[in-house]
């Protein structure tokens, strides 16, 4: 009888504390702020000849769509954000380095290429293209309204 009473109380306690825990996981998620975007919705700003984005940003992560018109060119840079480049369509050509050497790599509609942090990469559209880039953290860079240097030296390219 004894075993079965302590038995019942530690599954008490453990139930107990189980519901404790899902009650704080619940409470921590209800204060979290949820954000709702609408790419299509949002407006599109030139940040260079050829270069439209928008985009939008969480606690830890940001994420851009690009519109590149053929020739735009995003010159040579780095920042201290990881960053996964989707290419929704089209084409780009870019120079980064693999292994400690310059490449250039050109990367298609439906592929992906990651870029470690502080890994130096250049842009210049094939052709007219849409591109889906997630940086995480966030990049500080652009959380005020002046374009970083890099950007103000963007020219398409003939």
């Known amino acids: 009888m004894k075993n079965t009473l302590a038995a019942l109380?530690?599954?008490?306690?453990?139930?107990?504390?189980?519901?404790?825990?899902?009650?704080?996981?619940i409470d921590s998620i209800a204060t979290s702020k949820v954000q709702h975007f609408n790419f299509d919705e949002m407006e599109s700003e030139t940040i260079g000849e050829g270069?439209?984005?928008?985009w939008f940003h969480g606690q830890k992560g940001q994420m851009t769509i690009?519109?590149?018109?053929?020739d735009a060119h995003i010159p040579w840079h780095k920042h201290p954000n990881e960053q996964i480049t989707y290419i929704m369509s089209g084409k780009v050509k870019i120079k980064t380095i693999i292994d400690g050497k310059e490449e250039f790599v050109e990367v298609g509609?439906?592929?992906?290429?990651v870029f470690p942090e502080n890994v130096p990469h250049e842009f210049w559209a094939l052709e007219e293209t849409v591109d889906l880039d997630v940086h995480v953290p966030v990049r500080?860079?652009?959380?005020?309204k002046e374009l970083p240097d890099y950007l103000k030296k963007t020219e398409k390219q003939d």
Not at 109 to 113: D, K
Not at 140 to 144: A, C, F, I, K, T
């Open 109 to 113: 509609a439906g592929e992906v290429i």
């Open 9 to 25: 109380a530690v599954t008490a306690l453990f139930a107990s504390y189980t519901a404790n825990a899902q009650v704080n996981t």
């Open 66 to 70: 690009f519109n590149l018109e053929k």
């Open 51 to 54: 270069i439209k984005r928008k």
């Open 140 to 144: 500080e860079d652009w959380l005020s």
